[in-house]
């Protein structure tokens, strides 16, 4: 779990082109980004130094800003300076680096700006592990019906929606959610979600539902590696409370299993070999990046 005391006002953020301490990062209250949540984002996790399936998410940042017609700011190869170039500023071995762009400052009004550049700004923070006790007992997730927009698969900092969605997990004292539209299954509040049967890991079908985290590719591989059955699928309510194991993933969280669910327990109600097999690979795969 990441610390959520506030970072230190020392810490070096990125804004419109300088480095500078985050104390000293203002951006105009006009900009399209306060005002209207006009922007996207990406989160890559970094470990000993690098940057961790770097290609995948400047893809998916790129594809984000496509879909919202923000015209790229910057070349693949300044994106990747910047990355590293924040992470060298930081002691910390592991870091996630959070970068975001909004279409920049200006006059309030609906309809894109004539001539408004972008605001980009990146800041890089410390990725602590996940506390022993979730790896060893799992984690309490709620379902919830899936009230957000029809987008999600633009990683939009609008996040409305997947705010009140994890307060609604945190009210039922647990650490995610898991979201049903039209009882379907999407996804997290902030995680991708798997439901583990026997030998086989099926994930929400890729669609406008769910935002396709970079895990997601990622687990397709590991679950290929592992000799488990990948698929992606509608899923019903009832599929998902019948799992033998639930799993979550994202950058920060990487896979953490949910063994309980509205109360009652997943499966056996511990985290389960699929889990276990799967942690290790991804944990090879860092090794091996
Ligand atoms: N869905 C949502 C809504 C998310 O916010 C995230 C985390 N960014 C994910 C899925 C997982 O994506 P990733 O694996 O890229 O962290």
């Known amino acids: 779990m990441q610390d959520d005391s506030p970072p230190d006002p020392e810490t070096w953020v990125f804004l419109n082109g300088t480095f500078m301490p985050l104390r000293e990062a203002k951006v105009p209250v006009l900009d399209r980004g306060f005002i209207f949540g006009d922007g996207i984002y990406e989160v890559v996790p970094a470990y000993a130094g690098r940057p961790f399936r770097w290609a995948e998410h400047l893809a998916r940042l790129k594809r984000s800003l496509a ?3 923000i015209a790229n700011p910057l070349s693949d190869q300044a994106w990747l300076e910047l990355v590293r170039a924040l992470i060298a500023r930081h002691s910390w071995r592991d870091q996630f680096v959070y970068l975001h762009i909004t279409r920049g400052v200006a006059k309030r009004d609906h309809a894109f700006p004539k001539d408004a550049s972008p605001t980009v700004f990146a800041m890089s923070s410390e ?13 309490a997730a709620v379902s919830l019906d899936d009230v957000r927009w029809l987008q ?47 030998e086989t890991v099926t994930g929400a079908p890729l669609d406008h539902r769910i935002l396709e985290g970079i895990r997601v590719g990622l687990i397709e591989s590991l679950c290929a590696a592992c000799g488990l059955t990948f698929r992606t699928s509608a899923l019903s309510r009832q599929e998902v409370a019948c799992a033998n194991e639930l799993l979550l993933s994202s950058a920060t969280k990487e896979i953490l299993p949910i063994t309980r669910l509205d109360g009652h327990p997943v499966g056996s109600g511990r985290p389960g070999p699929v889990y276990a097999r799967l942690y290790q690979a991804y944990q090879d795969a860092i090794a091996a990046a």
């Open 67 to 69: 879909r919202i017609r």
């Open 127 to 139: 990725l602590l592990p996940v506390p022993a006790v979730q790896r060893e007992e799992g984690v």
């Open 152 to 198: 999600c698969d633009i990683k939009s900092i609008s996040l409305l929606g997947n705010v009140l969605a994890r307060q609604a997990a945190v009210d039922g004292g647990a650490v995610e959610c898991i979201q049903f539209r039209d009882g379907v299954m999407t996804e997290g509040s902030s995680s991708n979600i798997w439901v583990v049967k026997d």
